[in-house]
């Protein structure tokens, strides 16, 4: 069983930092891709950015040059750091694992239980 535990969600003036982290425990094969997502009222969930068991990263367009993804593979633990905050990115943010087991090559997907991020103007 694959549990995520995120934290460091809250409120914040428009203009300031944040860091998000999420810890994963339980059976995980070391290659995999952690990902946080986001999820504002009345608006779909978005991905927000990825990073690779290799370090390798991919952000959205919305918060390119503001937020940073990061890991450490010991911890099994996933950073966001989000500075310059906007109203806009006031969401729910979720982090999720995905990695192939090795044992039946199914894919396996677990997702945090969310942490609010407000933004205010």
């Known amino acids: 069983q694959v549990q995520l535990v995120e934290s460091g969600g809250g409120l914040v003036q428009a203009g300031g930092p944040l860091r998000l982290s999420c810890a994963a425990s339980?059976?995980?094969?070391?290659?995999?891709?952690m990902k946080w997502y986001r999820q504002a009222p009345g608006k779909q969930r978005e991905l927000v950015a990825s990073i690779t068991s290799g370090d390798g990263t991919t952000y959205a367009d919305s918060v390119k040059g503001r937020f940073t993804i990061s890991r450490d593979n010991a911890k099994n633990t996933v950073y966001l750091q989000m500075n310059s905050l906007k109203p806009e990115d006031t969401a729910v943010y979720y982090c999720n694992l995905r990695f192939q087991a090795p044992s039946d090559r199914t894919l396996r997907d677990y997702w945090g239980q969310g942490t609010q991020v407000t933004v205010s103007s």
């Open positions: 339980g059976s995980i094969f070391s290659i995999n891709i």
